[in-house]
């Protein structure tokens, strides 16, 4: 979503949280900008979000940020799919529930 324009109409059917992408694109800014004309909706920072940039977003008010190539890094490229994702190891001992 890039405006309130189409964020309202998500939420009049029923939408809990509606996905900011993509992300990167838009800047932890967004989320605080998104808020302005609708404080109480909830926006998930999604696409193309490394892990030095989530810390950003929930302090710029997104309630939780989707990450995924950061996480699992190459662990996809070869064909033994059940090596360790070092990334996705490391950030889940960082991780906090969501209030």
């Known amino acids: 979503m890039f405006n309130p ?3 309202v109409p998500a939420w009049q059917v029923g939408v809990t949280a ?3 992408f993509p992300a990167s694109l838009l800047g932890p800014d967004f989320a605080t900008v998104m808020h302005g ?3 109480e909706r909830p926006f998930v920072a999604t696409g193309g ?3 030095a940039g989530v810390e950003g977003w929930l ?3 997104a309630p939780a940020v989707a990450v995924g190539s950061a996480l699992i890094g190459d662990a996809l490229d070869d064909e033994d799919h059940t090596a360790p994702w070092p990334p996705a190891r490391r950030e889940s001992a960082r991780s906090r529930p969501i209030p």
Do not use: Q
Request: hydrophobic share 55%; no cysteine.
């Open 37 to 39: 004309p609708l404080p």
């Open 49 to 51: 979000i490394n892990l």
């Open 59 to 61: 302090a710029d008010g």
């Open 5 to 7: 324009t189409e964020a």
């Open 18 to 20: 509606a996905m900011l």
